[in-house]
């Protein structure tokens, strides 16, 4: 399988982490190879003030600092934020069947949304917007809302399964 990668956006507090994770979890159900991009707005805390990584990366200054463990492995990296998820996702995640960036809900990716009648009254979606078209679904809570791309309710049965079908046929291919 060819990796893929959509982007899961939403309003503040409408669950975007929350269906990541869902998503995540029935995609490796079905054995896909699934990676994962979180954009933030702030600098994330790299590590623990003090401690020897911590040390490495900001007293030294190193460009990079790979901590390494028996679980697992964390990289810093000094860079720019370049909003760009697809350059991310080929330099460090090509090996993924797919890749599902949360946020990024400007980049140029097949999108997912999710909406919550509590987060807001209307979602993100604007049928007159110039990228209308990136949607492939929006995942709701609202037994009203109609839209041209596929409208997924959380109380219909299979909606985690189909949405993970539209993932896989819609995402965006990674090759260059």
Same mark, same amino acid.
């Given at each position: 399988?060819?990796?893929?990668?959509?982007s899961i956006?939403?309003?503040?507090?409408?669950?975007?982490?929350?269906?990541?994770?869902?998503?995540?979890?029935?995609?490796?159900?079905?054995?896909?190879r699934?990676?994962?991009?979180?954009?933030?707005?702030?600098?994330?805390?790299?590590?623990?003030?003090?401690?020897?990584?911590?040390?490495?990366?900001?007293?030294? =200054?190193?460009? %990079?600092?790979? &901590?390494?463990?028996? *679980?697992?492995?964390? #990289?810093f990296?000094? /860079?720019?934020?370049l +909003?760009d998820p697809?350059?991310?996702?080929?330099?460090?995640?090509?090996?993924?069947?797919?890749?599902?960036?949360? =946020?990024?809900k %400007?980049?140029? &990716?097949?999108?997912? *949304?999710?909406?919550r #009648?509590?987060?807001? /009254?209307?979602?993100l +979606?604007?049928?007159?917007?110039?990228?209308?078209?990136?949607?492939i679904?929006?995942?709701?809570?609202?037994?009203r809302?109609?839209?041209?791309?596929?409208?997924?309710?959380?109380?219909d049965?299979?909606?985690?399964?189909?949405?993970?079908?539209?993932?896989?046929e819609?995402?965006?291919?990674?090759?260059?």
């Amino acid at each position: 399988m060819a990796a893929r990668i959509v982007s899961i956006i939403g309003r503040k507090n409408a669950g975007k982490t929350t269906l990541t994770v869902a998503l995540t979890g029935e995609l490796l159900r079905r054995r896909v190879r699934v990676m994962t991009i979180k954009h933030g707005h702030h600098a994330g805390q790299p590590d623990i003030p003090g401690s020897d990584s911590w040390r490495h990366f900001q007293e030294a =200054g190193a460009e %990079r600092t790979l &901590l390494a463990g028996p *679980e697992g492995r964390v #990289l810093f990296e000094r /860079a720019p934020d370049l +909003y760009d998820p697809v350059a991310l996702a080929r330099r460090y995640l090509a090996d993924a069947d797919l890749v599902i960036a949360e =946020g990024y809900k %400007r980049a140029p &990716l097949p999108k997912i *949304e999710v909406h919550r #009648l509590a987060a807001g /009254a209307r979602p993100l +979606y604007d049928p007159a917007a110039p990228n209308a078209g990136e949607w492939i679904a929006i995942v709701t809570d609202d037994p009203r809302l109609a839209a041209p791309c596929r409208v997924l309710r959380f109380n219909d049965t299979m909606w985690l399964q189909a949405l993970a079908g539209l993932a896989l046929e819609r995402g965006l291919p990674l090759e260059a």
